[in-house]
């Protein structure tokens, strides 16, 4: 029988997801069907559960966005060491009786800003805005890119330190990480006076409709603003216009960690440069 797969959130009918998916599934001639559940805030477990044991077909996985993936992270009863060290799960395998949690939304946005928009991180001045389970999923992998900073900043400073520190702590020494490289975490008033070559918001500010209290000056020469909301045009991405950035949404990351996240589940990697021309073609 057809193998079943969801996305889990709240709100949710903006998801691309299942189109998404279903042309992985076509270009790649796997058999599934995968949807998007909408879950209610305190409901998020006892969702997944009901659709583990509903419907035809075996449930195979699930990807989860905000705000469930400190909670997914929970709910694993098994995790990656990516999924470990990021302190938030967005993709979930059921294995067995087994929940397995991985995070792929840090290896989705590295391989947006590299292969499809030209930006290497490595030996850039990052800013991550915010410090919830969006902004913990990239921050090993931008790390280990080797920029030569990676400031995290949030609305309530205490969090962003306190984050840049664990991740400072753990991770500062891993292979591959660029030497004396340690993440470093204010509170947005810290900003003043700062410039950066990435600046990537991490924050549900998109989504909410929020303005962020950012100096003009973080967006430095030839900057590039990252949203990782995608399909509007967010109160960051007119700030980041404004100060002359070049600016992208996070439709590319979406696609690259759906590619990731389908690669777990079926073993093989789907190819995204047709998807996301599919997907620019309706949007």
């Known amino acids: ?12 009918g903006h998801s691309k997801s299942p189109r998404i998916h279903a042309l992985f599934a076509a270009q790649t ?4 069907s995968y949807q998007a559940i909408l879950a209610e805030r305190d409901g998020f477990a006892a969702a997944v559960n009901a659709f583990i044991d509903a419907g035809e077909g075996l449930a195979r996985g699930a990807n989860v966005t905000v705000p469930f993936k400190e909670e997914a992270f929970r709910l694993a009863t098994r995790r990656t060491a990516r999924a470990e060290a990021a302190g938030a799960v967005n993709t979930l395998s059921f294995e067995a009786g087994a929940i397995v949690g991985d995070n792929t ?3 989705g946005l590295v391989r947006d800003l590299k292969n499809n928009l030209g930006c290497d991180p490595a030996g850039r001045r990052i800013l991550l805005l915010g410090a919830g389970g969006a902004a913990r999923g990239v921050i090993l992998p931008l790390l280990l890119e080797g920029p030569t900073e990676l400031v995290i900043a949030n609305r309530t400073e205490e969090t962003a330190a306190r984050l840049a520190l664990e991740f400072a ?5 891993l292979p591959g990480c660029a030497v004396g490289v340690k993440p470093d975490g204010m509170g947005f008033q810290g900003l003043a006076g700062r410039q950066f070559d990435l600046v990537i918001n991490a924050t549900s500010a998109g989504l909410s409709g929020d303005t962020l209290s950012l100096p003009a ?7 590039v603003a990252y949203e990782m909301v995608y399909g509007r045009e967010t109160a960051f991405m007119a700030q980041a216009r404004e100060a002359r950035a070049r600016v992208a949404d996070g439709l590319g990351m ?3 960690q759906a590619a990731e996240a ?18 620019a073609k309706v949007s």
């Not at 001639?29 to 599934?32: E, K, N, R």
């Not at 589940?265 to 997907?279: D, E, I, N, S």
């Open 1 to 12: 029988m057809t193998d079943r797969y969801a996305v889990f959130g709240n709100p949710i």
């Open 29 to 32: 001639g796997q058999d599934i």
């Open 105 to 107: 939304d840090g290896a």
């Open 169 to 173: 702590n753990s991770f500062a020494r």
């Open 217 to 223: 000056c973080v967006f430095g020469p030839r900057c």
């Open 254 to 256: 979406l696609v690259e």
């Open 262 to 279: 389908f690669f777990i589940w079926r073993g093989v990697r789907p190819h995204t440069a047709p998807v996301l021309a599919a997907l």
